[in-house]
């Protein structure tokens, strides 16, 4: 196309001079500038066009403004998060008619009259000024230069307090542009690309920290427990400091009949008396396994007290919700880390009915935490350290078990909130690098990592199925019981004075327990020894009671290998099964009242335990109706005589899945930690079987595990992913403030002054404000969390000249004009988020819980065609829901 009208191509060709060249291509140069300037000013109409969109929603719509913004957080970038929406959009005639069709409804997308404008100048005026001229807006009464979060950020800005809830979008979006920045600076020089690297590794170097910290911790506990649980029954003369099976070593005095008897160890009866026969003597061991339970259990609880509150119970249900975005401080902390250490050895060896495999996260996750603080980019973000601590998660339960990949399912079934791919990566190679420096430690003494090997020769039938499933319904059962048990016990330890002596209570559960437990062989041993010792399968060496069947009359009655074909019960035996069906008995009514007490207490192993001696009774009782019954038609075909038909140690293997799904809840990280706890691969569907049909029956009276009902018993704001929301309430009935409350606490962008905000956040107790236009408009701008205002403020005091009380407090992206002798005001628009999110009054609450629950909100705010209406935080919306299951929702004690 021709670019001079009246003339041909041929023409301009012909006409064309030097001089009409150089010309020509400055014409062209400044028409192409007009063109991209008008393309410029389309594309700000546009954005301009969909911020309106989006910030007048739909009935019953969510605004869900990216957090890939670069202006959130006090970012810069030109456009929408640093100036006003007036200023990309100037309201035009036709926009009073203006109608949007979407989905089949015709809405009216108008602004209203009422609304001024949200700043005095537009966008193209503000970008042409320059810092001088933003000075002479205030009558040169301010230094040359005010102070800005935005361009000078502030020591202490970006954190949180105690016992608050994190921003995640906000966390996301500070990670996005500190890697932005690294990359772009990656390009300009070499140290800056190794710095990039650096950082890029940092994570992987952190991880294989985190693994050697905890495998070596999780390895010094294990045999400090084993030698503290061994000196409750003697001492070894050659050396305090080995255990029973490690001073019985190197014996040579050591019979196969009594292989756990050697002179170098002796009973305190021994040490004391002389003798280890007779009542005396068994009076004098009954005593000294009391008066260690009690030391023990008093040391323990007495280091908890005095040093560290947090290192008590579990701490599963803590770290849940610390991962859901909850802040509590001290509780992953150093000190916390030590005392856990030690009381848990404690704790362990008093012989409480408590394992230490709940405990062993909580360990990982602190060891995880002190580690964050060597890499900046975890120390000074939440969201990345939480990351961490989901793979921490992972290696808690890789050095309780001896099973990486199950504690890596775990972490992401059970504990963790949010989960990326890379953190999967992450968490799998920190569980390797655990379960490696646990297994190099080799602190059980079998060159095994498994905790619980077993062998069993016979394979299972498809018969066996039913009494599998009936095991299933047994851990449903029994998990639905224990937690509406416990959580009784422990809100009755709450409420009553119970609560205000833990030291008495410890004291007294010890000493009931060791005085109930010395009699009995299978309550006396610790709880891992109990589950190796139901496990086990019996072979003709095993000299234990629970092998004490009637041996065969000749040799062509034994099995294939090593096993042993069925063979009916004797007197040994007998005498076991009473002695299991008392240790069941105690172990579920003790463990009730033992979880929630003031020292390191983990379940996975108490609640195995049960499920074990269930199994194996139920597959003795199994055994022997097929050594009896061989002819009839359930066994006929693959149960013949002489053969070993049925495996009781498999029976306890399920049992024990079967009741710690029943009591977690869990499913998949259940089955793979069995298999991999015990080597068991190829009875994953017995397992599979047992553990659907415990969470199906267990779900049938409730669908808490035992960490969601102490969450929700301690008041912690955590929102249950699994928990559906069925209620057709909507924004308006659960936001703040209530029709009978006082107004709304807001901030203006302009015309407050310093002093009337300090008034305004001394006079309430809120976390954040929202920014509005106006107190008549009530039209929304963003969002203040409490804690950046008043750094904000008290920093610009002290560094920026002139501030005082009667300073405005600004929001703008420029200062607005002053009087002469005003003071000068304080930009605090940097500190403010400036894509808060929205819904309308009348959003389903279903909708606004799964936008909290993926996403990890604070705070929504709540919107009438753009008006300020009030805001919903995950407080409300957790009082709320206990409203509807009828409970009291005074209960949720954190903000």
């Known amino acids: 196309m021709s670019l001079y009208k009246g003339k041909t191509g041929s023409e301009e060709k012909q006409s064309h001079s030097p001089w009409e060249a150089g010309w020509r291509s400055v014409y062209v140069g400044l028409l192409v500038e007009a063109e991209e300037e008008k393309k410029m000013n389309e594309r700000k109409e546009t954005a301009a066009g969909q911020i309106r969109v989006t910030r007048l929603l739909l009935p019953g719509a969510v605004r869900l403004l990216s957090s890939s913004q670069p202006g959130f957080g006090g970012m810069e970038n030109p456009g929408y998060c640093t100036g006003s929406f007036d200023g990309l959009h100037h309201p035009s005639d036709d926009d009073d008619d203006e109608m949007v069709d979407i989905a089949g409804a015709t809405l009216d997308f108008s602004s209203t009259d009422d609304v001024p404008p949200l700043s005095t100048g537009g966008y193209e005026e503000y970008s042409s000024s320059s810092s001088s001229s933003r000075a002479a807006g205030m009558n040169g009464n301010g230094p040359s230069k005010l102070v800005d979060p935005l361009e000078d950020p502030l020591p202490g800005v970006g954190t949180y307090e105690d016992f608050n809830t994190i921003d995640w979008v906000r966390e996301k979006s500070k990670d996005r542009d500190r890697h932005r920045e690294i990359t772009n600076k990656s390009r300009q020089s070499t140290v800056a690309l190794l710095h990039s690297v650096s950082d890029a590794f940092s994570g992987w170097l952190l991880m294989l920290l985190v693994g050697l910290m905890s495998g070596a911790l999780a390895g010094g506990i294990d045999i400090a427990a084993h030698w503290l649980t061994d000196m409750k029954g003697g001492v070894c003369l050659i050396g305090f400091w080995f255990n029973h099976e490690h001073c019985c070593w190197k014996s040579k005095e050591t019979t196969f009949q009594e292989r756990d008897r050697c002179p170098q160890w002796q009973s305190w009866a021994e040490l004391i008396t002389g003798t280890s026969e007779g009542a005396f003597a068994y009076i004098v061991n009954y005593l000294m396994y009391i008066f260690w339970a009690l030391l023990f259990s008093f040391l323990a609880v007495t280091l908890v007290r005095a040093f560290a509150p947090y290192a008590c119970g579990s701490g599963i249900p803590e770290i849940k919700t610390i991962l859901s975005g909850f802040i509590i401080r001290g509780y992953l902390g150093k000190w916390t880390l030590i005392i856990k250490t030690i009381t848990l050895v404690l704790a362990v060896s008093s012989g409480l009915s408590l394992g230490k495999e709940g405990p062993l996260v909580h360990v990982a996750c602190c060891c995880a935490n002190i580690l964050c603080h060597l890499f900046t980019k975890y120390r000074k973000n939440e969201a990345k350290r939480r990351e961490v601590l989901s793979a921490a998660a992972a290696v808690g339960v890789s050095v309780a078990f001896g099973a990486p990949i199950g504690g890596v399912l775990f972490s992401l079934e059970e504990v963790s909130y949010y989960f990326p791919l890379k953190t999967l990566w992450r968490s799998f190679f920190a569980a390797l690098v655990a379960a490696f420096t646990l297994r190099s430690i080799n602190p059980f003494g079998n060159s095994r990592l498994v905790l619980f090997y077993v062998e069993f020769h016979a394979p299972w039938h498809l018969v066996e199925l039913a009494p599998f499933v009936l095991l299933g319904i047994f851990g449903g059962l029994w998990g639905a019981l224990f937690i509406r048990a416990n959580i009784a016990w422990c809100r009755r330890r709450k409420t009553t004075r119970l609560g205000h002596y833990p030291v008495i209570e410890v004291l007294v559960v010890a000493a009931l327990t060791a005085l109930l437990a010395y009699p009995n062989s299978y309550t006396r041993m610790s709880g891992a020894e109990l589950i190796s010792e139901l496990f086990n399968d019996c072979s003709l060496l095993d000299s234990s009671q629970l092998c004490g069947y009637k041996q065969p009359a000749n040799t062509s009655e034994t099995g294939v290998g090593n096993s042993l074909a069925d063979r009916p019960a004797g007197e040994g035996l007998y005498t076991a099964l009473w002695q299991l069906a008392l240790a069941l008995v105690f172990k579920m009514m003790i463990t009730v009242i033992t979880f929630g007490m003031k020292v390191p207490s983990g379940l996975f192993i108490p609640s195995m335990a049960v499920g074990a001696i269930a199994g194996r009774l139920l597959g003795v009782g199994m055994e022997q109706l097929a050594y009896y019954n061989h002819d009839s038609v359930i066994f006929k075909g693959w149960c013949s005589p002489g053969a070993d038909c049925i495996t009781p140690g498999l029976y306890a293997m399920v049992g024990a899945a079967a009741c710690l799904g029943g009591v977690t809840r869990m499913t998949v990280s259940l089955v793979v930690i069995m298999f991999e706890l015990t080597g068991g691969l ?109 750094i904000s403020i008290d920093n610009g005091r002290k560094r920026q000249e002139g501030v005082v009380s009667a300073s405005q407090v600004v929001f703008t992206e420029h200062a607005p004009s002053l009087a002469a002798d005003a003071p000068p005001p304080l930009r605090l628009r940097g500190i403010m988020d400036l894509s808060p999110f929205t819904v309308t009054d009348h959003t389903p609450m279903d909708i606004t819980v799964d936008i909290f629950r993926k996403l990890g909100l604070r705070q929504c705010l709540v919107t009438h065609n753009g008006r300020l209406l009030g805001i919903i935080t995950k407080k409300d919306i957790l009082k709320h829901m206990a409203q509807i299951a009828n409970r009291d929702p005074d209960s949720i004690l954190f903000n």
């Open 682 to 790: 190829e009875y994953i569907v017995p397992l599979m079987a047992a553990t659907m049909t415990s969470k199906w029956v267990a779900d049938a009276f409730g669908r808490e595990g035992i960490y969601e009902a102490h969450i929700r018993l301690n008041g912690y704001p955590f929102l249950e992913p699994k928990e559906e929301f069925e209620h057709s309430s909507l924004a308006v009935d659960v936001m703040r403030p209530r029709r009978s409350d006082p107004a709304l606490a807001v901030l203006t962008q302009e015309g407050m002054t310093v002093g009337q905000v300090e008034a305004l956040v001394e006079s309430t107790h809120y976390s954040g404000f929202p920014v509005v236009v106006s107190q008549e408009s009530q039209r929304l701008v963003g969002f203040v969390l409490r804690r950046d205002l008043l």
